[in-house]
Nanobody, 116 residues
Framework: QVQLVESGGGLVQSGGSQRLSCAASGSILSGYTMRWYRQTPGKQREFVAS???????NYADSVKGRFTISRDTAKNTMYLQMNSLKPEDTAVYYC??????????WGKGTLVTVSS
């Protein structure tokens, strides 16, 4: 089993920055991909960014150039640096880990609120 705990959410002004963290613990093997998703009420959870075990990254078009995903493999922790935040970035942000066998784990989410 793998446990994921997000932190770093909160209230931030439009144009500001916030850094989210996702700490993974449990039976973590190598070769996993980690992702950030976000969800607002009444909408489907949407992909934000991903980082592979090799360090390759991908971003949703809506955050490209503003958000940066990174990971500290030694600490089993993933980060999401969010800059130039907009009110439409307001959401609950979820951490996801996909093992090399295709099994998914999710955190409980952390709320980011961007005020205009």
């Amino acid at each position: 089993q793998v446990q994921l705990v997000e932190s770093g959410g909160g209230l931030v002004q439009s144009g500001g920055s916030q850094r989210l963290s996702c700490a993974a613990s449990g039976s973590i093997l190598s070769g996993y991909t980690m992702r950030w998703y976000r969800q607002t009420p009444g909408k489907q959870r949407e992909f934000v960014a991903s980082i592979s075990s090799g360090g390759s990254t991908n971003y949703a078009d809506s955050v490209k150039g503003r958000f940066t995903i990174s990971r500290d493999t030694a600490k089993n922790t993933m980060y999401l640096q969010m800059n130039s935040l907009k009110p439409e970035d307001t959401a609950v942000y979820y951490c996801n880990l996909e093992t090399m066998f295709g099994k998914d784990y999710w955190g409980k989410g952390t709320l980011v609120t961007v005020s205009s």
